[in-house]
């Protein structure tokens, strides 16, 4: 039986140019087993990112969980909706959305055809 999810009632994010991050680059192995993970609990695909709506890139790279990861991958959410992808408001975090997709193989392939940068976080810590 899937865990339930919790989501935020009524909280989208209605710009397309917001930029979520994402810890780590695009690596599909990296991909897949989050995906995995995430569909073992929820009974549903998706992959954690973070919202940088009302604070800058650079604050939130210095934040947990994100400070962990030494490269971070920035999307802009019109980006991600082109490609099909769901953006939803999961977790107890305001900031902490879910890309939501379908199917595994073909999700991690779209995502990484997604324009994208992968940033190096000067604020890493181990």
Known sequence: MAKQRHLRPDDDLDDDDIVVVRGGDLDPAALRSDAERYHSIYGDYGLSVFAARDVAVDELAQQVPLVRFEVLTLVRVGVLRAAGFRLEPTGRNPRHF?????????????LQRCEHRSWVNPYHED
């Open 98 to 110: 879910t890309v939501a997709f379908d199917d595994l193989e073909r999700g991690i392939a779209d």
